[in-house]
């Protein structure tokens, strides 16, 4: 089946640190692949995307590249700020598989703390 | 701005009670999504619909209920709470057309004691 792992945190960076959270899947079809992020006591929301390899995701500075030889989609941020602070997850979405509903895997999540 | 509206945003409840979460979108979405949210876990898939009418189980739907009699509402039901439904609930919804993000809500905070 599918899956998602991402690496554990908290990760705590300084402002303006560059940023790595890594996230690998396991997918059985042609899956699309997603950045989401989980600001404190609010929803999720999509931070980027890519549907193909090769295909790089952007949005806000981060990004991320759909990677399907090494199976990733490793988020990145050149100078982070206190503002990003949240918990971010990957997902992907495999739209071969037949269950219906194109539905998401998410990993567990990473959580990110940017201090002054 | 609507978007996907969830109610309530906090509640407790005793072990054996009844309720409904309610979750409403207004974005035409026929695609729509419960989660559940538990520490260090991600979200697990409850139940999802693909249209009014229909509905579908996912990844862990013991204890809970589903219906869609429209676009705009999907209503997840807990007929008898247990300790072990505590957790942060979210509903989704996207559109029907491939490569398109989920939208969620701000998540109801449910805690059975």
């Known amino acids: 089946g599918n899956s998602v792992t991402q690496m554990e945190g908290p990760v705590t960076l300084s402002e303006e640190a560059f940023l790595t959270i890594n996230c690998t899947y396991t997918?059985?079809?042609?899956?699309?692949l997603f950045w989401y992020v989980q600001y404190p006591g609010e929803g999720l929301q999509l931070l980027l995307k890519a549907t193909k390899a090769d295909d790089k995701g952007s949005n806000k500075g981060f990004e991320a590249t759909y990677r399907k030889e090494t199976t990733s989609f490793h988020l990145e941020k050149g100078s982070v700020q206190v503002s990003d602070s949240a918990v971010y997850f990957c997902?992907?979405?495999?739209?071969?598989?037949?269950?219906?509903?194109?539905?998401?895997?998410f990993g567990t999540g990473t959580q990110l703390k940017v201090e002054l | 701005n609507a978007g996907v509206t969830q109610t309530p945003k906090f509640r407790i409840l005793k072990i054996g009670q009844s309720m409904t979460l309610q979750c409403t979108q207004d974005?035409?979405?026929?695609?729509m999504y419960w989660y559940r949210q538990d520490p260090g876990m991600g979200l697990k898939l409850i139940y999802y619909s693909v249209g009014a009418g229909i509905t579908d189980k996912g990844e862990v739907p013991n204890g809970y209920n589903v219906s869609r009699s429209t676009t705009e509402d999907f209503p997840l039901r807990l007929e008898l709470a247990a300790p072990s439904q505590t957790s942060v609930y979210f509903c989704?919804?996207?559109?029907?057309?491939?490569?398109?993000?989920?939208?969620f809500g701000d998540g109801t905070r449910l805690s059975i004691l």
């Open positions: 997902a992907l979405s495999d739209w071969g598989f037949t269950g219906g509903g194109n539905k998401l895997t």
């Open positions: 997918a059985t079809g042609y899956p699309s």
């Open positions: 974005m035409n979405h026929n695609y």
């Open positions: 989704a919804s996207r559109e029907q057309v491939n490569n398109q993000p989920q939208h």
